[in-house]
């Protein structure tokens, strides 16, 4: 193991509920049913994906440019919402893990197919900490494609074999796999078949790693 690549929301920080707060604000707006059943089959994918899953409960037919205003109308409100965290919305254990791992001497890099990574990482002040950071503006797959992670090691300039992926989505261990790397899973990800370990806390996965 040369390199840890985590997956950013649910994992460095949750804005699960952000998302959700947004897509039901448009979903409300246009009528759509949604509920957090359907917000918990958006995880890890795309923002036009997701929307693409929320459509499918509306009777209506939108064309291609109704879906970028409607997701446009989303993401505005999503990003209102982002001004709102600050560091102490970092979830427990990842800033101890962090300095563990460079402390070791170890790569880190985000792996996250968000378009709004930076700004995320900036709000919470974790914007310098990472040795790379692969987002959704960068890649044309989103998860459980393997893409964002292989993007990820190449920044690093690891091999993907010698790359560790921590991810709290079926999809991102569905990803890490596909692209031959070692995938730890956190939370909901626990349940993927996949996971070559499962962790309740960021610490376990500094014993994994046999970190100080």
């Given amino acids: 193991m040369k390199s840890v690549i985590f997956d950013l929301d649910g ?3 949750s804005t699960d509920d952000l ?3 947004a897509w039901k604000s448009m979903a409300d707006r246009n009528g759509i049913p949604f509920d957090r059943q359907i917000n918990n089959l958006l995880r890890g994918v795309s923002r036009a994906e997701s929307l693409e899953i929320i459509l499918r409960k509306s009777e209506k037919s939108y064309s291609e440019q109704q879906k970028q205003e409607l997701m446009q109308y989303k993401n505005d409100i999503y990003v209102k919402l982002l001004d709102n965290l600050k560091h102490s919305d ?7 893990l962090i300095n563990r791992l460079k402390k070791a001497g170890v790569k880190i890099a985000i792996g ?7 700004k995320i990482l900036q709000k919470i002040g974790l914007e310098t900490v990472f040795d790379a950071i692969a ?6 797959h989103s998860k459980p494609d393997p893409e964002v992670f292989l993007v990820a090691a190449r ?3 690891t091999k993907p074999e010698n790359c560790v992926v921590v991810e709290d989505a079926v999809a991102g261990i569905e990803a890490a796999k596909a692209g031959n790397m070692t995938a730890i899973a956190i939370g909901d990800a626990a349940s993927s078949s996949l996971a070559d370990y499962r962790v309740n806390t960021m610490m376990q996965i500094a014993e994994i790693l046999n970190l100080e």
């Fill in 112 to 118: 996250s197919s968000s378009k709004n990574t930076r």
């Fill in 19 to 21: 998302h959700f707060q």
């Fill in 135 to 140: 987002d959704g503006t960068e890649i044309q």
């Fill in 90 to 96: 970092i979830l427990p254990g990842v800033v101890e």
């Fill in 11 to 13: 994992v460095i920080v």
């Fill in 155 to 157: 920044k690093l300039e």
